[in-house]
């Protein structure tokens, strides 16, 4: 099977390269992508950069590779309580915050009925543009979701695989648990682009620096969760 990966950010895909093996690099379409062999499929690995824009469009462009399967991995925040930091989700469901409400996404997901996919937990995935505050969020999704996960990549990406006739699935680790709210927005340490700017991180911190606590922790908590995305990759793949 050919399966392309997205991720958004380093630390996610640095965490799927750690079980790679001669892996050739290449850029497409302003994007980093990554070639090599993994559990007998033809894996292409393709880091986005963050935001709806930025997967979107890097999908578009890796569907010229005609893949047979379209993951998106990441990291993801819990919503309410029972996920924890490292636990390891499969989407199940796929909800986007449109700014004023939660729009249903009426994609079909891969893997919700196969034994291949039975170590995941499974739970909704909240796609949106911005840092959601998360008492909010979880006052405002219906009752029958189960184990919520916020993120900002999936929806974007399984639209695009589904326009293409190509199956989605998305994965996602717990780098920060349901009781932890977020004190910034990630906007302000990126460009325009999305894309994460140390000279605007600085500033940031220099201007607030009663965040640092938080980013230490975070930062503490996205090292465990990069190991489990990374080993639930792996094990994935050698199922699929």
């Not at 799927?16 to 497409?28: D, M, P, R, Y």
């Not at 009426?106 to 739970?123: M, N």
């Amino acid at each position: 099977m050919k399966i392309v990966i997205i991720t958004a950010m380093p630390e996610e895909t640095r965490a799927i390269l750690e079980k790679a093996a001669q892996v050739e690099k290449t850029v497409q379409s302003h994007h980093s992508i990554w070639r090599f062999r993994a559990g007998g499929h033809d894996i292409i690995l393709c880091e986005s950069g963050m935001g709806s824009r930025n997967a979107g469009s890097a999908a578009s462009a890796i569907t010229s590779e005609k893949p047979d399967l379209m993951i998106s991995a990441g990291f993801g925040g819990g919503v309410l309580p029972g996920l924890k930091v490292a636990d390891v989700v499969m989407a199940e469901q796929l909800l986007f915050w449109t700014g004023v409400g939660l729009e249903q996404v009426p994609v079909p997901l891969y893997g919700l009925d196969s034994g291949c996919t039975s170590f995941l937990l499974r739970g909704s995935f909240v796609s949106c543009d911005s840092i959601l505050n998360k008492k909010q969020l979880a006052e405002l999704l219906p009752k029958s979701v189960k184990q919520p996960v916020v993120e900002m990549e999936s929806t974007p990406v399984a639209r695009v695989a589904f326009e293409h006739g190509i199956s989605f699935l998305g994965i996602r680790a717990i780098s920060d648990p349901w009781d932890e709210e977020l004190s910034f927005s990630i906007s302000e340490f990126c460009d325009d682009e999305m894309r994460i700017r140390a000279p605007r991180v600085f500033t940031t911190i220099l201007r607030r620096p009663y965040i640092i606590p938080q980013l230490i922790r975070l930062a503490r908590n996205s090292r465990k969760a990069a190991k489990s995305l990374g080993e639930a990759v792996e094990q994935l793949l050698r199922q699929l």
